[in-house]
T-cell receptor
């Protein structure tokens, strides 16, 4: 089955810096790669996703890149703000089937 | 439009007790999921239901049962709770018409003593 690895487990940056979180997946048939943000005590919420037919997607300060050959994808957050502090999860799935999540990255943005 | 709702929000059980976690969604989604979240382990799928009337095991199904009562509701039952089932449980739903976005409920924090 699918296996998703996520790095780093914790990431500390200064406000205004960029942050990059990386994930690798094992199943070459996976074609959907979402990223979820989970604030302390809250539910995970989708922030951006990408499908296997595109290599990059942007939404304001966040972007996701996908390298199908290497089977890895990354989340990029530019101009980080304290409210970006949260746990971020990557996931992978084949179409409509079940998501397999990474173990999460705790991002801390210091003012 | 409440989205995905879960009850209860908190629960403390003694080892061997049983309980049912309830989940409902009002988005007319076909698929529903139960996850558990433990520190350092991300979200792990317990069971899912791709459509009304079907259920399938996920990554960690042992010790749990589920019921897809109707299109809206998907319950998770612990027949004989164990301390290893102490976790935060999230229910999620997804449309499966191509959107693939899973929407999560607020979670249930369960402690088994």
């Amino acid at each position: 089955g699918e296996n998703v690895e996520q790095h780093p487990s914790t990431l500390s940056v200064q406000e205004g810096d960029s942050a990059v979180i990386k994930c690798t997946y094992s199943d070459s048939a996976s074609n959907y790669f979402p990223w979820y943000k989970q604030e302390l005590g809250k539910r995970p919420q989708l922030i951006i996703d990408i499908r296997s037919n595109v290599g990059e997607k942007k939404d304001q300060r966040i972007a996701v890149t996908l390298n199908k050959t290497a089977k890895h994808f990354s989340l990029h957050i530019t101009e980080t703000q304290p409210e970006d502090s949260a746990v971020y999860f990557c996931a992978a799935s084949r179409g409509f089937q079940k998501l397999v999540f990474g173990t999460g990255t705790r991002l801390l943005v210091s003012p | 439009n409440a989205g995905v709702t879960q009850t209860p929000k908190f629960q403390v059980l003694k080892t061997g007790q049983s309980m049912t976690l309830q989940c409902a969604q009002d988005m007319n989604h076909n698929s529903m999921y139960w996850y558990r979240q433990d520190p350092g382990m991300g979200l792990r799928l317990i069971y899912y239901s791709a459509s009304e009337g079907t259920t399938d095991k996920g990554e960690v199904p042992n010790g749990y049962n589920v019921s897809r009562l109707n299109k809206r509701e998907f319950s998770l039952r612990l027949e004989s709770a164990a301390p290893s089932q102490t976790s935060v449980y999230f229910c999620a739903s997804m449309e499966t018409s191509g959107a693939d976005t899973q929407y999560f409920g607020p979670g249930t924090r369960l402690t088994v003593l």
